[in-house]
């Protein structure tokens, strides 16, 4: 990062509406298996979202997406009853992330938000095996894990890479509770049925009641649908060094 | 990729074990063509602006070392093919 940025720098998160305090803020960014974008995107259309706010930088690539006809910025922020979700639409270059967590954590601070859950995935090598995709949790202190009510199997050692490793490290800074979910799924395919997985864990941990099976039904479609994204996130991955997450646990704590 | 083999995978929406066909034309490529169940349109992917229309995926993808095309195995499982190439000593 260029030396005369701030650590917030580059990045303003604007509200057209107000955001109410105290909500849970889910994060769908792109990531392993787009798990957390297509959970967190079917939960803005179930749940019928308003959308209520934007994170812009001039940092981000200069683009915009066409939605309806009009011209939204990639990263949006929706919310409604108490919840706030935040999802991504394009690729957050490696260069910005420590700047977008800085940014979306003292915003999160400001508004009391009472827990922050990132959904991300779990790549594993024998997914086409798998039935039924596990959840793990990464906490951002002990305290947390009574928030889960035992929706997912918690993470005990290991290296998680990318936007969602730094809110979770920020988010026990600032002492804001943070769960990361990471669901079992395939690496660089978009994997709806994991995304279908980590909602039920969503539904658990926050009360909520989204139904998964959409999701499902729609698999073929959204697979289709979100290759070019996969493949995009699949760079910038390699770009960050992803496969760290996939190396034997750290040897000291 | 390992010492043994390749290991290739494809993900392929809309496609059913029978509509898969795998060929070996040369012993460093391999060459996939997938029928989908249905003719997939633009419309279907949400574009709106083009027109457009497609029902079978093709790739014809270079191995980084020789295979041994005459034992290529295949294992097709929740759309994504997976196809295991013995190296060539």
């Keep these: 990062m260029p030396a005369d940025l701030s650590p917030t720098d580059g990045l303003r998160i604007v509200e057209t509406e107000p955001v109410p305090k105290k909500a849970s803020v889910i994060n769908g960014l792109p990531d392993v298996g787009l798990v957390g974008l297509l959970a967190a995107s079917h939960i803005i259309s179930s749940m019928k979202l308003r959308e209520v706010g934007a994170i812009e930088s001039d940092l981000l690539p200069p683009m915009i997406v066409v939605h309806g006809g009009l011209p939204k910025a990639p990263v949006?922020?929706?919310?409604?009853?108490?919840?706030?979700?935040?999802?991504?639409?394009?690729?957050?270059?490696?260069?910005?992330?420590?700047?977008?967590?800085?940014?979306?954590?003292?915003?999160?601070?400001?508004?009391?938000?009472?827990?922050?859950?990132?959904?991300?995935?779990?790549?594993?090598?024998?997914?086409?095996?798998?039935?039924?995709?596990?959840?793990?949790?990464?906490?951002?202190?002990?305290?947390?894990?009574?928030?889960?009510?035992?929706?997912?199997?918690?993470?005990?050692?290991?290296?998680?890479?990318?936007?969602?490793?730094?809110?979770?490290?920020?988010?026990a800074e600032a002492s804001i509770p943070s769960i990361t979910l990471l669901t079992q799924s395939h690496y660089n395919y978009p994997d709806p049925e994991a995304a279908a997985a980590a909602l039920t864990a969503v539904n658990r941990i926050l009360d909520l009641k989204v139904d998964a099976s959409d999701l499902l039904k729609r698999g073929e479609e959204l697979r289709l649908r979100s290759k070019d994204m996969m493949h995009r996130t699949h760079e910038e991955m390699n770009r960050m060094n992803k496969s760290h997450e996939y190396d034997l646990p750290p040897l000291y704590g | 990729m390992t010492a043994a083999e390749v290991v290739l995978t494809v993900d392929l929406p809309y496609v059913e074990q029978k509509g898969v066909r795998v060929e070996c034309p040369t012993e460093d490529s391999i060459e996939v063509y997938a029928e989908t169940t249905r003719k997939i349109t633009f419309k279907d992917l949400g574009i709106k602006h083009r027109r457009g229309e497609f029902n079978c995926y093709h790739a014809l993808i270079q191995m980084p070392v020789p295979v041994n095309e005459r034992k290529v195995s295949k294992k097709f499982k929740r759309g994504v093919l997976e196809v295991h190439l013995p190296r060539l000593k």
Excluded at chain 1, 131 to 159: M, N
Aim: include cysteine; charge should be positive.
């Design chain 1, 76 to 171: 949006r922020i929706f919310s409604g009853n108490g919840l706030v979700v935040v999802i991504s639409e394009t690729v957050i270059p490696s260069s910005l992330i420590r700047p977008f967590a800085n940014s979306l954590v003292a915003w999160a601070s400001d508004k009391s938000v009472r827990l922050m859950l990132s959904l991300g995935g779990m790549a594993v090598a024998n997914r086409q095996d798998i039935d039924s995709p596990k959840v793990f949790a990464a906490l951002s202190a002990k305290a947390v894990e009574t928030q889960l009510k035992g929706a997912a199997e918690v993470l005990e050692e290991g290296y998680i890479v990318g936007a969602y490793g730094l809110l979770l490290r920020k988010c």
